[in-house]
């Protein structure tokens, strides 16, 4: 067996840790290298969060369901690389291949009828490429609207005739995670975790273009017109998990500007971003959560903030922190520790162009230290970036991942925090007395109604038990008669769990109706299969639509909460417009349902926060009444 001479710098003291006589000659074997090597890495990197799983961390059994290239993509790129910090890139995909069972996937040629898992199918390109022209019934951004309301106002869909949508055609992807799509005239947007961003015939499913990234991503774009900014006139703006902020022309993909948001080596951009006057303001996110095991790791010194960049140039205009990590002890190993931290903000902000203000909603701290705009919705001044108010909900909701029974070595001090950030958007809901409510939902469960002038809380109102993976998670929807919140208690216990969809007043926070989920199997093979409803709603005149981790996607009466249709997406396999003959469904999860142009688009198969209730390829499902 020939060896080979790698310079291993970090990763031969990380192998020699694990006491292995002799572990570098294993590792010269490469690919070829006992699965004991691949199995001394995950014990001391992984296993501790995941065997048995612990707080949001998969177990084994949702690692394995993992495609190979998503869990190397997760520890070279994702919200996983400093854990990996140290390892080689053989010996990452080492451990993948071990917790996932499978070999990692060849490429798929033209003209193939199934696809290996992992990889993302041949592009089937349109024939032609029509100009982008705007509609009343387009849908831009993930909140549709700079209010981020979810209602989508004009289409020919409504209660009369929803119980007919049929499937028209799918689109198969790779990576585990897909973006909420934008749908501007024909042409529909979105990007993927495998790190590809894709202009689809938003009618027929061929690719107008696709995109490397260089990164995850799961952001929704957004597509704006403005001259002189793209050859073409219109640039979709998208951010990526590299923490990178992309302006592409949106006829052809081709970049027009890129700037880099955050060093924090953790921080990502995963909350979408929202246009006002010349200026796009984008949230960043973190995973710095998952380092609570870590003794040499200095935690944390994560930020969570939000950016103004100029439309046309991408020049940083303000960044504004919600926090400042500073020194604060160091923990058992002598490592230095920082506080505040954390207050991600992972979901899309909300204009107030009357106040001129946005609304940013943001998640726990990861430390003792006090950080009162950790759980809190917050206004900033959409000129300069000044915090005007900050209204926090959850007081010391102190979280790291590992930091439960089993105390990891940068655990805050104290009673660990039940981990209710916001992952919801706020919405700016105008009531028909013509008063203003910022709406906001957390994982607690609980929404509330504050004054938009000064952040007072006016009510609030539980409508689920909440849990680590929500109450409410990703999102709300509202139409100026209710506040629509999708419930998914994932992670409380069944005794208590309350999943489902509940319709709130917004000037009183009173119960209008509630639906729960009904307990359904799920159409794949799971011991976790659950009917938690984590996916955002979306509300059209008279309709609301919901789904959930076990496939289903229902549509319901606005009015009552009576169920009008539904449709198990894994109980079926569809022929894919790019070539997969038998592609798989699964669960409804981070992305939410788009109404545009008399359809409806739906991504099945989404195997987020836990990775237990999906595939490892999403199909995305473009429904139209009796599928025309």
């Given at each position: 067996m020939k060896i080979r001479h790698i310079v291993l710098s970090g990763a031969v003291a990380v192998l020699a840790g694990f006491g292995f006589t002799s572990a570098y000659a294993l590792y010269q074997q490469g690919d070829r290298a006992p699965a004991s090597v691949a199995a001394g890495l995950f014990d001391a990197k992984c296993k501790t969060c995941h065997e048995p799983a612990i707080d949001r961390a998969p177990s084994r059994e949702a690692l394995a369901q993992r495609t190979t290239e998503s869990v190397v993509t997760t520890l070279t790129t994702g919200s996983m690389s400093a854990m990996a910090a140290g390892l080689t890139?053989?010996?990452?995909?080492?451990?993948?291949?071990?917790?996932?069972?499978?070999?990692?996937?060849?490429?798929?040629?033209?003209?193939?009828?199934?696809?290996?898992?992992?990889?993302?199918?041949?592009?089937?390109?349109?024939?032609?490429?029509?100009?982008?022209?705007?509609?009343?019934?387009?849908?831009?951004?993930?909140?549709?609207?700079?209010?981020?309301?979810?209602?989508?106002?004009?289409?020919?869909?409504?209660?009369?005739?929803?119980?007919?949508?049929?499937?028209?055609?799918?689109?198969?992807?790779?990576g585990g995670r897909v973006g909420q799509p934008t749908v501007i005239g024909d042409h529909l947007f979105f990007v993927t975790f495998a790190g590809d961003a894709f202009s689809l015939d938003a009618k027929t499913g061929c690719v107008y273009w696709r995109k490397a990234l260089g990164a995850p991503a799961r952001q929704s774009p957004i597509v704006e017109r403005r001259s002189g900014a793209a050859p073409s006139g219109w640039v979709v703006y998208v951010g990526d998990n590299n923490r990178d902020f992309h302006a592409m022309d949106a006829m052809t993909g081709a970049e027009l500007w890129k700037v880099n948001l955050d060093r924090h080596p953790l921080s990502m951009l995963t909350g979408s971003p929202v246009i006002h006057g010349d200026r796009i303001y984008v949230p960043?996110?973190?995973?710095?959560?998952?380092?609570?095991?870590?003794?040499?790791?200095?935690?944390?010194?994560?930020?969570?903030?939000?950016?103004?960049?100029?439309?046309?140039?991408?020049?940083?205009?303000?960044?504004?922190?919600?926090?400042?990590?500073k020194p604060s002890r160091k923990n058992a190993s002598g490592t230095q520790l920082y506080g505040p931290a954390?207050?991600?903000?992972?979901?899309?902000?909300?204009?107030?162009?009357?106040?001129?203000?946005?609304?940013?909603?943001?998640?726990?701290?990861?430390?003792?230290?006090?950080?009162?705009?950790?759980?809190?919705?917050?206004?900033?001044?959409?000129?300069?970036?000044?915090?005007?108010?900050?209204?926090?909900?959850t007081k010391a909701d102190n979280f790291l991942i590992a930091c439960g029974a089993r105390r990891g070595v940068n655990c805050p001090l104290?009673?660990?925090?039940?981990?209710?950030?916001?992952?919801?958007?706020?919405?700016?809901?105008?009531?028909?007395?013509?008063?203003?409510?910022?709406?906001?939902?957390?994982?607690?469960?609980?929404?509330?109604?504050?004054?938009?002038?000064?952040?007072?809380?006016?009510?609030?109102?539980?409508?689920?038990?909440?849990?680590?993976?929500?109450?409410?998670?990703?999102g709300m929807a509202a139409d100026g008669h209710a506040l629509y919140a999708t419930v998914s208690d994932a992670a409380a216990a069944r005794d208590v769990a309350k999943p489902g969809l509940t319709a709130v007043d917004p000037a009183t926070g009173r119960i209008l109706w509630q639906n729960p989920a009904p307990k359904v199997p799920c159409s794949w093979p799971s011991t976790r299969c659950n009917n938690a409803q984590s996916a955002p709603p979306t509300v059209i005149p008279g309709v609301v639509?919901?789904?959930?981790?076990?496939?289903?996607?229902?549509?319901?009466?606005?009015?009552?909460?009576r169920t009008l249709w539904m449709f198990d997406s894994a109980a079926r396999t569809y022929?894919?417009?790019?070539?997969?003959?038998?592609?798989?469904?699964?669960?409804?999860?981070?992305?939410?349902?788009?109404?545009?142009?008399?359809?409806?688009?739906?991504v099945s198969g989404y195997n987020g926060a836990t990775g237990a209730y999906g595939n490892p390829l999403n199909v995305l499902l473009a429904f139209s009444v009796d599928g025309k």
């Open positions: 890139p053989d010996m990452i995909r080492q451990v993948a291949v071990y917790v996932t069972g499978k070999p990692l996937a060849a490429p798929v040629g033209e003209g193939a009828s199934s696809v290996a898992a992992g990889t993302q199918p041949a592009d089937v390109k349109c024939a032609t490429s029509p100009a982008i022209s705007a509609r009343p019934t387009d849908w831009n951004g993930f909140g549709k609207d700079p209010a981020a309301s979810r209602f989508q106002r004009t289409t020919s869909i409504n209660a009369g005739n929803v119980d007919r949508l049929k499937v028209k055609w799918a689109f198969s992807v790779a960043v996110s973190s995973s710095e959560e998952n380092m609570g095991t870590q003794a040499s790791y200095s935690c944390c010194t994560f930020a969570g903030s939000v950016a103004a960049i100029d439309l046309k140039t991408g020049r940083l205009l303000w960044k504004t922190a919600l926090l400042e990590p954390g207050a991600a903000v992972w979901s899309q902000p909300a204009i107030d162009a009357k106040r001129g203000q946005l609304y940013v909603a943001t998640g726990d701290s990861y430390t003792e230290v006090d950080a009162p705009t950790s759980d809190a919705v917050v206004a900033i001044d959409l000129q300069s970036g000044r915090i005007r108010w900050a209204t926090q909900v104290g009673d660990t925090g039940p981990d209710y950030d916001y992952g919801a958007s706020p919405i700016l809901q105008s009531l028909p007395n013509g008063r203003q409510v910022v709406l906001s939902g957390q994982k607690s469960g609980i929404v509330y109604g504050m004054d938009p002038d000064t952040g007072r809380k006016l009510w609030q109102t539980q409508v689920g038990h909440g849990s680590a993976l929500g109450g409410v998670e990703w639509f919901a789904g959930g981790h076990d496939g289903w996607l229902r549509a319901y009466a606005a009015s009552t909460g022929q894919t417009t790019n070539g997969v003959a038998q592609q798989k469904g699964g669960s409804f999860d981070h992305t939410g349902f788009v109404v545009a142009g008399g359809m409806m688009y739906a």
